[in-house]
């Protein structure tokens, strides 16, 4: 009984146990089931945030770190104010519409008072920025420094920067937040795992085998989560180091395009779409054949094609097209990338816009070109201007002995024109060159172009009908006469050589203008305009361009040294005018220039009106190393009356004036002689006879001529006798 009892406790005790670790046991079971669901819930969730809400923050955060860094809004900007290129601008615009776009969306997923604060901190420092856009362009178009631009659109942005470090700090804070909560329902679990195999231990005598699926269970799931926290680190480094790549390809400062192997592009970096002007979807699927702009040549893209077929690395400058027709000078590399079998399986293609590079060289090209010429001109222009001088003075004494309206008469008047026209080009040059500066005085604008219609109508063919203002409508400009002279000259000679052999007419006229032309000054006595019409074949936009480059012509090879437009355009400037062009083809050209009008009356012997060539009975030494002038001018002078001692050695000139300096009554002499220039020459005279008038002429203006007493008369050769004449008897009279 006793021994029943006892085994009855025993049993009882061993069934207590036993129903009492069964019982353990499931509801441990019960509980670690009901945890590792929980720790799994956990885990998803923790991941479900970590992949979705934090990892989208941090794509709007890097865009706005975008719009903020290299290449960015500020970055744009800044460029524009250093640069004053108009791309930048609208660049650092159309990034502020995205930045705008960014932050509204991202306000309005976050409900962070400390993202919300930093996300409205950056928006107004970047909106500041936006508003100095116009003031910036205000200041490039009122010409100010770029030193007074940057004054005027500085802004503080220390605080945008801060808040971005704010907005990064939270972001980086909820991704550790989520890692560890990952982490620590990992760590959970395998705390659970432990807490299994224990029980398992515990209870094994009494649920042996749920101990042993247990086991089996747990074991699983330790080494899944092992796995997947494995994984998780691997993707988290995987997905940083992606995003870095993609970030320096996307912002690299030179053109990335990957194409497959049958160059149809895959990608196209940002710097490739700003530069050609188009979109992801403009370019992506197509071929870089809307780059060709027609001046490569077939063989080259033969040679590109050869070379990437055969695997090998291409080198090239190519100038693309952009969308808007523009064009660029792009440096360009194109590689194979080969995958592990060994195959092609993408081609990148690396540019660089080296247009900037390029320009600058051809501006050193033609700046070069420009002091040859200059160099030249001045080289030539005074031994040219003295042979002209024999010409015209010796077709005048010719022209005092022929007949009027004889056949001899004739051919001296062709002799004087073509000596005239020779004159107007070496003058064209020198003002080309910058070394013959011009005298504004009052002109009659009309008689101009009369007097180079009678120079140009013997030389244009019959086929060309020149019709012209008359000289007695008295349009007055403020102006240098032999400048005007050129400008109608240059222009009137290029329409009859447009309009060619065909039958065509050329048509000049000037008028007062109303009002104040646009881009030109208000002045009080108003404005003349110029206009010279063809009925030619007119141009094309791309002529119209380049019309006043340097060395630009589109005349035969011989026929234009594609200087005239360019002399032109710089002497119009420099009477403080403006010269606009309008032509197209088909329709002839139009040629306005717009100078300053005057209410002054013209200067007395600025062109011939017809009255005899004054004389006299004076005594006048003329010096000039030339002979042939000399001896002209000295025939020319005693015609009308004058008593001429003429000398080709300065010396002498010089001694002759020591010994008796009342021997002349006026000195008329060179400036470029041997030994003794014009200026010393006046300046010995001067020092025995202050008050001797002085006239002094001269093949290559200087820029000036400084002698004691009175100012001395300079003039310009080659010199017209009758102009000559009347200079020196208003010397001689005083005047």
Request: charged fraction near 25%; charge should be negative; include cysteine.
């Amino acid at each position: 009984m006793a021994t029943h009892t006892q085994s009855s406790h025993r049993f009882y005790l061993v069934g207590f146990l036993a129903g009492f670790l069964l019982l353990v046991t499931v509801l441990l079971g019960l509980f670690l089931g009901t945890e590792t669901r929980r720790q799994f819930g956990e885990i998803e969730a923790s991941w479900i945030e970590y992949d979705g809400d934090v990892g989208q923050k941090g794509v709007w955060i890097s865009s706005i770190r975008g719009y903020l860094g290299y290449g960015g809004i500020i970055h744009n900007f800044k460029n524009y104010v250093l640069r004053q290129d108009e791309t930048y601008l609208t660049r650092a615009q159309v990034q502020v519409r995205h930045f705008r776009s960014v932050v509204d969306v991202y306000l309005a997923q976050t409900t962070d008072p400390v993202e919300q604060r930093a996300l409205r901190t950056v928006r107004r420092t970047m909106e500041a920025y936006s508003d100095k856009f116009s003031v910036a362009r205000q200041g490039v178009a009122d010409g100010l420094s770029i030193e007074q631009i940057d004054a005027m659109v500085r802004i503080d942005d220390s605080a945008a920067k801060l808040a971005l470090v704010d907005l990064e700090a939270v972001w980086t804070d909820a991704r550790i937040i989520s890692t560890r909560r990952i982490f620590a329902a990992v760590g959970q679990g395998q705390a659970l795992i432990g807490i299994g195999f224990v029980s398992i231990i515990a209870l094994v005598l009494a649920a042996f085998a749920i101990g042993v699926m247990l086991y089996l269970m747990f074991r699983d799931m330790g080494h899944t989560l092992h796995r997947l926290s494995g994984e998780l680190t691997a993707r988290r480094e995987a997905e940083a180091s992606e995003k870095r790549l993609a970030n320096v390809v996307e912002q690299s400062p030179s053109t990335i395009v990957i194409t497959d192997t049958s160059a149809r592009i895959l990608y196209a970096n940002r710097r490739f779409r700003e530069l050609t002007g188009r979109g992801s979807d403009e370019v992506e699927g197509k071929t870089p054949k809307f780059l060709q702009s027609g001046d490569t040549s077939d063989s080259t893209y033969a040679e590109l094609r050869r070379a990437l077929a055969e695997g090998r690395e291409y080198q090239g400058i190519f100038r693309n097209r952009k969308k808007d027709g523009t064009t660029y000078w792009a440096d360009t590399r194109i590689l194979p990338l080969v995958g592990p079998d060994g195959t092609v399986q993408n081609f990148i293609g690396i540019g660089e816009d080296i247009t900037e590079r390029r320009e600058a060289r051809e501006q050193v090209a033609r700046a070069q070109k420009l002091e040859a010429v200059g160099l030249l001109a001045g080289g030539i222009a005074h031994d040219f201007n003295n042979v002209l001088t024999t010409i015209v003075g010796a077709a005048h004494l010719a022209a005092m002995d022929a007949t009027e309206g004889s056949d001899l008469a004739g051919e001296i008047e062709q002799i004087e024109i073509a000596a005239k026209r020779a004159q107007s080009l070496v003058r064209g040059l020198l003002s080309f060159a910058r070394r013959e500066p011009g005298q504004s005085q009052p002109v009659n604008l009309c008689g101009v172009v009369q007097e180079v219609s009678r120079l140009l109508r013997a030389s244009l063919p019959p086929t060309v009908r020149l019709k012209t203002c008359d000289a007695q409508d008295m349009v007055m400009v403020l102006a240098d006469h032999t400048h005007l002279h050129q400008i109608v000259m240059n222009l009137t000679r290029n329409a009859a050589e447009a309009i060619g052999a065909a039958e065509g007419q050329v048509i000049i006229g000037a008028e007062n203008v109303d009002g104040t032309p646009e881009g030109l000054l208000d002045r009080s006595d108003g404005w003349v305009c110029l206009s010279i019409q063809d009925n030619g074949p007119g141009m094309s936009s791309e002529t119209r361009a380049r019309l006043f480059d340097p060395f630009f012509t589109t005349k035969p090879l011989g026929k234009g040294s594609g200087l005239g437009l360019v002399v032109v355009a710089g002497l119009v400037e420099e009477m403080g005018g403006r010269i606009e062009v309008d032509s197209a083809p088909g329709e002839g050209a139009r040629f306005l220039i717009y100078l300053p009008a005057t209410d002054l009356p013209e200067e007395i012997g600025t062109l011939r009106d017809g009255t005899p060539t004054p004389r006299g009975h004076e005594r006048i030494m003329i010096v000039d190393d030339e002979t042939e002038i000399a001896a002209t001018w000295r025939r020319m002078l005693m015609r009308l009356g004058y008593r001429v001692e003429a000398y080709t050695s300065p010396i002498i000139a010089a001694e002759k004036l020591l010994a008796d300096p009342g021997r002349v009554d006026l000195l008329v002499t060179d400036m470029v002689m041997p030994d003794l220039s014009g200026e010393a020459l006046t300046e010995k005279a001067r020092s025995v006879r202050p008050d001797l008038p002085v006239v002094i002429c001269t093949g290559y203006a200087p820029s000036s001529i400084k002698v004691s007493g009175p100012a001395p008369k300079v003039l310009d050769k080659p010199i017209d006798p009758d102009h000559l004449a009347r200079q020196i008897r208003d010397t001689l009279d005083g005047k």
